[in-house]
């Protein structure tokens, strides 16, 4: 027989602990579920995400603040994938030694810069 899954949702964290408890208690397989937002962490689909949810969330984590430094330029240049339009902001921030990278969405393109040697000529 296959298992049966019941979610139950509550607002107050204290009742969700003592549910659970009660639940242990008489034998079932109770477990927590993270009610956090699930957020993609690569490319284009990362990008969708920040579009459709407003506000700075993490996008990567790192130990080294020259890997999390590099994260955030390519956001904030458009040079990551998903990201070209430039209609995202970036930073970093060190807690306990760990490097998170955050992002949004800023809903406006910056404008566009000139690559060198665009829009030049040919010599012959």
């Not at 107050?12 to 602990?17: R, V």
């Not at 009610?35 to 689909?45: D, H, L, V, W, Y």
């Not at 406006?108 to 060198?116: G, S, T, V, Y």
Request: some cysteine; aromatic content about 8%.
């Amino acid at each position: 027989m296959g298992k049966t899954t019941i979610r139950v949702q509550f607002d107050d964290p204290l009742d969700a602990a003592h549910f659970l408890q009660q639940c242990r208690r008489k034998g079932l397989d109770a477990e927590l579920e993270d009610s956090r937002p699930q957020i993609k962490r690569n490319g284009p689909a990362l990008a969708a995400w920040l579009k459709a949810h407003p506000g700075w969330y993490e996008v990567g984590k790192s130990v080294n603040r020259a890997a999390a430094n590099k994260a955030v330029l390519k956001i904030r240049n458009g040079e990551r994938r998903g990201f070209e339009s430039g209609q995202f902001e970036a930073r970093m921030e060190n807690r306990d030694g760990q490097w998170y990278v955050y992002a949004r969405h800023i809903g406006r393109p910056r404008p566009h810069r000139a690559k060198p040697g665009e829009g030049m000529d040919p010599l012959f």
